[in-house]
């Protein structure tokens, strides 16, 4: 027996529905749909914008810290020291 899926455009597998593919793939759309108007999305969008920027300002921290020491005068330590 060949079970019918619902896939998406990339081909990765999003239901088993076998004889409800239409069905299932509204269903689907209808739920995606009201997960990207929710508060709860937006929340999460927010704080993972949020997060990316602080990750990127400790990143540049991260290679200051380990920078000191190794190259003088290249890390932004040692501009804020005047060196």
Known sequence: MVEETVEDSTGSVL???PGEEERVRV???QAWRELKTSPESASVRDTY????????QLRQVVE???LL?????????CKRLGM
């Open 15 to 17: 239901a088993v529905a």
């Open 27 to 29: 269903g689907l759309v």
């Open 49 to 56: 914008r949020a997060l990316e920027e602080a990750a990127s």
């Open 64 to 66: 200051d810290v380990r």
């Open 69 to 77: 020491g190794w190259i003088p005068g290249r890390c932004n330590i």
